[in-house]
């Protein structure tokens, strides 16, 4: 059985950053998403002036300094919600209320989608919009205002409707009451609850309401360990269910509000055995547990609208169950799925159909009639993370035969999923799996036996990775690519040539073939070549670190080094170090291990590094700042930003031993190996 931590959860993420963004003094969050939604989220935030710094990819904390409930500051640019409702909804409410005039766009799909839900009932507390766009659309622009307080009944059942409300009369200062015919999840809530703001919430004849009374006028910082996101455990658990065998994965630290665990009742009345095992304590009120599914016979049932608001997310994946399981599936109520990243009702429905499962569609709703004949055909993912995932998860069974145009959409609420249901169903012997897989932590056997193992190991800035590649492969005989040293040869021969920095963005491959650089292997390692002459201390002279990082910017200059790289590693035995060799150069390598240290940490290690002469606390401080603002153009760089890659060995070395790190990278290697 594979422990599975999937990424942290969606929802909470977006209100984590925007809270503590709201409060007064530092807050911890831990275990954040980093899908692109989060991210846009996280951007927003700072063009809005809060100091947010890049949200850890392995889940560490990140700390943020909060500006209080009305200190955002006047972005000057548009701000970009990409595909993320929630970014947008929230973030209508917030700016509601603050001295500011903003105006917020999205991709194509998020343009379509409605706003007025949020925009109506805002302007009735005094908010300004004017919609730039197609009616009742993004992009629109919002001028703060002095609220007036708000009751609100709500046709639909949204915590993002919810949540803006709630957030316009946090930080303007009025009291808001928003009733909802059933439920939607309570995260707002909870959060606010945990920060000591007054929610009180009730069922009443009109439905749930939910007041928030005399808000506070200031914010305590929030600590909070976000939870695993029950969503994108949905797809597992779909998966756990449907593989044959003994329980294949234990989804651990799931995060189990009752307003989001909706599919468990379904899952048990369609015949399914998930073992639910809840933690004694909660995070800010927020429960947490884990999930084991157990494989058996599945049955149909009826899913009608009271129980959509807590399954809403879950639906794709309930209709990849129900196309497995025993007579019809029928769900009801379910309109506002129409209004998702794509309209999922119609994506499910024309999905089902190319695979060959009989489905109506209704107006709010589908019916499907499960089958147990194998499954063949292409899909599409319509734009939509949750339709790709779903479609996924059907694609990786024993049997069925299933092409999905675009996979890379998943990364909006799940990066790493793909790897992780290669790993998990290669271990159950999916003859139509994907090739070698692997999830976090868990080699697995399939190594390429084409070419000798490849090991890449990637990180920011200080985070050890070069010497920790060079012993890594000394220990393992292997070759040490250092892809920074092509980047400086080429800086240097550049530099030598006499071309003036402000020259190189106009270079082409015709310009950069006349330098001949070229990596030789040479006892046991690789020389890095200009002509006939090796370069070694020319790579470190203070001119080529200064300029390198212009260099290394350049698209045609990367594509360029991209297949001296991968000549590199034509016959493996590699260990290979840079920022983005497991997730570009080496996407199929065959370990892939990603290094970080706390922000302090990588500080005192480059200071080590220089032998900077006791540089006090303030000589710290300005390298971390330095080493921040790096963290910062590597992780949001258009071309290959840093990221850990799907599937990798996170290591934080912060207090390890080196020798420990090493070791344990060894470790991993000889047992992918075999050795
Ligand atoms: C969300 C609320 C739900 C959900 C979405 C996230 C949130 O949307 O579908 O993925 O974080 O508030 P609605 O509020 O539109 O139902």
């Known amino acids: 059985m594979i422990d599975v931590r999937v990424p942290g959860d969606k929802s909470l993420t977006h209100r984590a950053l925007i809270l503590a963004s709201l409060a007064e003094g530092e807050s911890r969050l831990t275990g954040l998403l980093t899908g692109e939604d989060p991210q846009a989220t996280r951007n927003a935030l700072r063009t809005l002036g809060v100091p947010i710094g890049v949200l850890p990819e392995d889940g560490t904390e990140l700390r943020v300094s909060g500006v209080g409930l009305q200190g955002l500051r006047e972005p000057t640019q548009l701000i970009d919600c990409c595909n993320s409702g929630t970014t947008a909804r929230l ?6 209320s603050q001295r500011l005039v903003a105006a917020l766009t999205g991709d194509e799909s998020l343009r379509r989608r409605p706003m007025r839900r949020v925009t109506e009932p805002l302007s009735r507390m005094g908010a300004q919009f004017r919609e730039l766009g197609v009616r009742g659309c993004l992009p629109i622009e919002v001028r703060g205002s002095v609220l007036r307080p708000l009751e609100h009944v709500s046709t639909v059942s949204s915590a993002q409707v919810k949540g803006a409300l709630l957030l316009a009369g946090l930080t303007g200062g009025v009291d808001v009451s ?12 909870r959060l606010l609850r945990a920060m000591g703001v007054g929610i009180h919430s009730e069922h009443t004849d009109q439905g749930w309401q939910v007041r928030l009374s005399e808000p506070p006028s200031a914010l ?15 797809f597992f658990l779909v998966l756990g269910l449907l593989l044959g065998g003994d329980a294949s994965v234990r989804l651990v630290e799931v995060g189990l509000n009752p307003t989001r665990t ?22 800010c009120g927020e429960p947490v547990g884990t999930l084991i599914p157990h494989s058996g016979r599945l049955q149909g049932t009826e899913v009608t609208a009271a129980e959509l608001p807590a399954l809403i997310d879950e639906v794709p994946a309930l209709v990849a169950l129900a196309a497995r399981a025993e007579g019809v599936t029928r769900i009801t109520g379910a309109s506002e799925l129409r209004v998702k990243e794509s309209d999922r009702i119609a994506a499910l429905a024309t999905n089902l159909r190319a695979l060959g499962v009989s489905v109506e569609e209704l107006p709010d709703g589908l019916e499907v009639e499960g089958t147990d004949r194998p499954l063949q055909g292409e899909v599409r993912s319509f734009d939509d993370h949750r339709i790709a995932m779903a479609f996924g998860v059907l694609a990786s069974l024993p049997g069925n035969r299933v092409r999905i145009d675009d996979r890379a959409v998943a990364d909006v609420s799940f990066p790493g999923f793909w790897r992780l249901l290669d790993g998990i169903t290669s271990k159950h012997g999916n003859a139509g799996g994907r090739g070698s897989a692997r999830s976090a932590g868990q080699p697995a056997s399939g190594l390429n036996r084409k070419r000798g193992p490849i090991i890449t190991i990637d990180g920011p800035a200080g985070s050890g ?35 003036p920095p402000d020259r190189w963005p106009a270079l082409d491959r015709a310009d950069l073939d006349r330098f001949a650089i070229r990596l030789e292997p040479r006892a046991g390692n690789f020389a890095v070549l200009l002509g006939q002459s090796v370069l070694d201390a020319e790579l470190r002279t203070s001119e080529v670190t200064e300029h390198v990082s212009q260099l290394s910017g350049l698209p045609a200059v990367r594509s360029w080094l991209l297949e001296r790289q991968r000549a590199a590693g034509a016959s493996g035995q590699l260990v290979a170090e840079g920022r983005d060799m497991g997730t570009v150069v080496f996407p199929d390598a065959d370990l892939k291990v990603f290094l970080t240290a706390s922000l302090e940490e990588r500080a005192r290690r480059r200071l080590e590094d220089r032998a900077v002469p006791r540089s ?30 799907p599937g990798a060995l996170v290591i934080d070395t912060t207090g390890l031993k080196f020798e420990e790190q090493v070791e344990s ?3 991993h290697v000889l047992d992918l190996t075999g050795c």
Do not use: W
């Open 91 to 96: 973030l209508l409410g917030v700016l509601s």
């Open 465 to 499: 990775k070069s010497t920790t590649a060079r012993v890594v492969a000394q220990r393992l005989g292997f070759r040490h690519l250092d892809s920074g040293a092509l980047y400086r040869a080429l800086t240097c021969a550049l530099l030598e040539a006499g071309i």
């Open 262 to 283: 909706g599919l468990l009742s379904v899952l048990s009345r369609m015949g399914a055995t998930v073992e639910v095992d809840r933690e004694s304590d909660d995070r």
């Open 220 to 234: 305590p910082p929030l600590d909070f360990a976000v939870p695993a996101d029950f969503s994108s455990a949905a």
């Open 665 to 667: 990278i060894v470790r």
């Open 616 to 645: 006090g606390p303030a000589g710290l401080r300005d390298e971390m700042q330095r080493i921040e603002a790096r963290d910062d153009r590597d992780r949001n760089r258009p071309l290959s930003p840093l990221r850990a890659p």
């Open 178 to 189: 928003v009733v909802e015919p059933v439920l939607s999840r309570d995260h707002t809530e």
